[in-house]
């Protein structure tokens, strides 16, 4: 087994898959506030402390937390704290974490693996499987033949709209940035502008958002059908009018941390291979 430790601390079942994936290579890795996930050959600290003691480097989740102060750790009876682990850390050892805040652990050596143009690529795959899982869920025809607009043409608008021409949907992409508009063009994707979008959002009969910026307000979303899905894969605040979406009855599913909740191991195995590239970076492994 080698010498170096790592703990691996909260979150879901993506951190479960890492930690039992460190364990089978040998390394000595311990896991807390990941009660009733499968950690594989793991070992699950009796606490925090014991779990920290002697690591010289340490995995949390994606998001590191979602109010600033508690862990992201869903499955745990009693989340730590981030001063906590802060706290509790060893001296010198790596903190790793995804949209992790470097003044939340000031004496310790900090890594975004979220930040990393690799692993955000690699999401994008999960991200559009799972939104495409949800629309077939929703929508009374098939995919192949249907109508639909994809708000946004960065990492997941592109990912997204491969998979949608893949089905045979009739595809437009919305984008204000002139050069997701040119690779548009290069892949042969139909574009419509936002300028246009009074007149031609009603078209529509399915409807996805990767822009983290309010577009579909209360005019908007009157001229949508009533059962046309529209699916938010947008942070916050999202690209809906989510309160006026209700207000209207519109059918709008916001759909966050798609890869965690799809395909949990395949998503663990690519925020394992950006870990590991920090590590190795670092000396560590």
């Known amino acids: 087994m080698s010498t170096t430790k790592i703990a691996v601390i909260g979150g879901d079942r993506r951190l479960g898959v890492i930690a039992d994936l460190y364990a089978k290579e040998g390394k000595e890795c311990a896991v807390y506030a990941l ?33 600033g102060k ?5 499955a745990a009876e009693d989340a730590p704290k981030i001063s906590e682990i802060e706290d509790l850390a060893e001296d010198g050892a790596l903190i790793m974490g995804g949209m992790i805040k470097a003044t939340d652990f000031p004496t310790h050596k900090v890594y975004d693996y979220y930040a990393g143009e690799d692993l955000q690529l690699y999401n994008t795959l999960p991200t559009a499987e799972g939104a495409l899982a949800i629309a077939m869920n929703e929508l009374p025809t098939t995919i192949h033949g249907t109508k639909t607009l994809v708000m946004g043409f960065g990492r997941v608008g592109k990912a997204l709209g491969l998979l949608l021409r893949g089905f045979g949907a009739e595809l437009y992409i919305a984008s204000r940035n002139p050069t997701e508009v040119a690779v548009c063009e290069i892949f042969g994707f139909k574009t419509v502008s936002y300028d246009d979008f009074k007149e031609r959002i009603g078209e529509f009969k399915l409807i996805f958002n990767t822009v983290p910026k309010i577009i579909l307000d209360k005019d908007l979303l009157s001229r949508i059908g009533d059962d046309v899905p529209v699916i938010d894969l947008a942070t916050h605040p999202g690209g809906v009018d989510a309160e006026w979406a209700k207000a209207l009855g519109k059918k709008l599913i916001w759909a966050l941390s798609l890869p965690g909740k799809v395909a949990p191991v395949t998503a663990g195995e690519y925020i394992k291979k950006a870990t590991d590239n920090i590590m190795k970076a670092e000396g560590i492994l």
């Open 70 to 74: 508690i862990l992201n750790a869903p």
């Open 35 to 67: 009660e009733g996930i499968d950690t594989g050959e793991a070992t699950k600290a009796a606490s925090l402390e014991n779990a920290l003691k002697g690591a010289k480097a340490v995995i949390l989740p994606l998001p590191v937390s979602r109010d």
